[in-house]
């Protein structure tokens, strides 16, 4: 599995970015999808994740109601909608992927997500 995230960038508190992450590599049809950040001096902090073939999703605590994680699937891509950006936003956002039931995660590479108050 190959996992390219894009879209990361500067934006003022209260806007909006959309991060993408191209997936190949093989059918995602068991796979969950997921998205985490880490800002500096923390720890990787979950922010959502959505099974490819049901649809369904979580979300972190901190994002609920702000972001919005979908696919699509022909394009075998999987986007995070972030809306009403906050300066604790700011991180390395990185996307993932793992075998539904299984603990391994197969990781993108990092976008840089900046939000300025």
């Known amino acids: 599995v190959q996992l390219q995230a894009s879209g990361g960038g500067l934006v003022q508190a209260g806007g909006s970015l959309r991060l993408s992450c191209a997936a190949s590599?093989?059918?995602?049809?068991?796979?969950?999808l997921s998205w985490f950040r880490q800002a500096p001096g923390k720890e990787r902090e979950f922010v959502a994740s959505?099974?490819?073939?049901?649809?369904?999703?979580r979300y972190g605590d901190p994002v609920k109601g702000r972001f919005t994680i979908s696919t699509d699937k022909p394009k075998n891509t999987m986007y995070l909608q972030m809306n009403s950006l906050k300066p604790e936003d700011t991180a390395v956002y990185y996307c993932?992927?793992?075998?539904?039931?299984?603990?391994?995660?197969?990781w993108g590479q990092g976008t840089q997500v900046t939000v300025s108050s």
């Open positions: 959505i099974d490819w073939s049901g649809g369904s999703t």
């Open positions: 590599g093989r059918t995602f049809s068991r796979y969950v």
């Open positions: 993932a992927a793992k075998v539904r039931g299984y603990e391994y995660y197969t």
